[in-house]
T-cell receptor, first 113, second 109 residues
Framework: NAGVTQTPKFQVLKTGQSMTLQCAQD?????MYWYRQDPGMGLRLIYY???????DKGEVPNGYNVSRLNKREFSLRLESAAPSQTSVYFC????????????FGSGTRLTVV | AQRVTQPEKLLSVFKGAPVELKCNYS??????LFWYVQYSRQRLQLLLR??SRESIKGFTADLNKGETSFHLKKPFAQEEDSAMYYC???????????FGKGTTLSVSS
């Protein structure tokens, strides 16, 4: 099983450019999440999707948009990248809610210059 | 407010020494607590769920509601335990996990 697959693994953007981070899971999970990981800050929730067709803001949603394309896929879009968005982005999924624990993707390391 | 506090950024121990990674939480009611581990250049993996009371790779964690703590313990550290450890709390709405800032465990010989 692939589990949770994220693409790309690495990306360098110039300030103002846009891009979409892709995430797909093959475990038939209902819930999907996007977190960013920054040194000294831990993981902070950007957006989540409790089920297909729904999305909600997390702790740090500014500058991001998401799309739950179908049950498998949950994408994160940066419309106009800023240096403050330099981070490692993790996608995760869970069967129902967080109570069963998350399965994480391998992460996308994004640098905005 | 719901919060997870991991007071130590870095914990350095020698191989064979006991390990205790601290986690304190703020929550009203019965919390759902987890420990995740991230080895170098790898994805985060679920290590423990308090509800299952299991022991993984020799690690255990006990929920202490009086002290609002969920410390991770291992009696004898191994070099392969070197990693970043995150404590996480299920939020009150039942929608997502709140993570602490993480503790880097370094085990040397």
């Amino acid at each position: 099983n692939a589990g949770v697959t994220q693409t790309p693994k690495f990306q360098v953007l110039k300030t103002g450019q846009s891009m979409t981070l892709q995430c797909a899971q093959d475990m038939n999970h209902n819930s999907m999440y996007w977190y960013r990981q920054d040194p000294g800050m831990g993981l902070r929730l950007i957006y989540y999707s409790a089920s297909e067709g729904t999305t909600d803001k997390g702790e740090v949603p500014n500058g991001y948009n998401v799309s739950r394309l179908n049950k498998r896929e949950f994408s994160l879009r940066l419309e106009s990248a800023a240096p403050s968005q330099t981070s490692v982005y993790f996608c995760a999924s869970s069967a129902v809610t967080q109570f069963y624990g998350y399965t994480f993707g391998s992460g996308t390391r994004l640098t905005v210059v | 407010a719901q919060r997870v506090t991991q007071p130590e950024k870095l914990l350095s121990v020698f191989k064979g020494a006991p390990v205790e990674l601290k986690c304190n939480y703020s929550y009203s009611g019965s919390p759902e607590l987890f420990w995740y581990v991230q080895y170098s250049r790898q994805r985060l993996q679920l290590l423990l769920r308090h509800i299952s009371r299991e022991s993984i790779k020799g690690f255990t964690a006990d929920l202490n509601k009086g002290e609002t703590s969920f410390h991770l313990k291992k009696p004898f550290a191994q070099e392969e335990d070197s990693a970043m450890y995150y404590c996480a709390l299920g939020d009150q709405a039942g929608t997502a996990l709140i993570f602490g800032k993480g503790t880097t465990l370094s085990v040397s010989s």
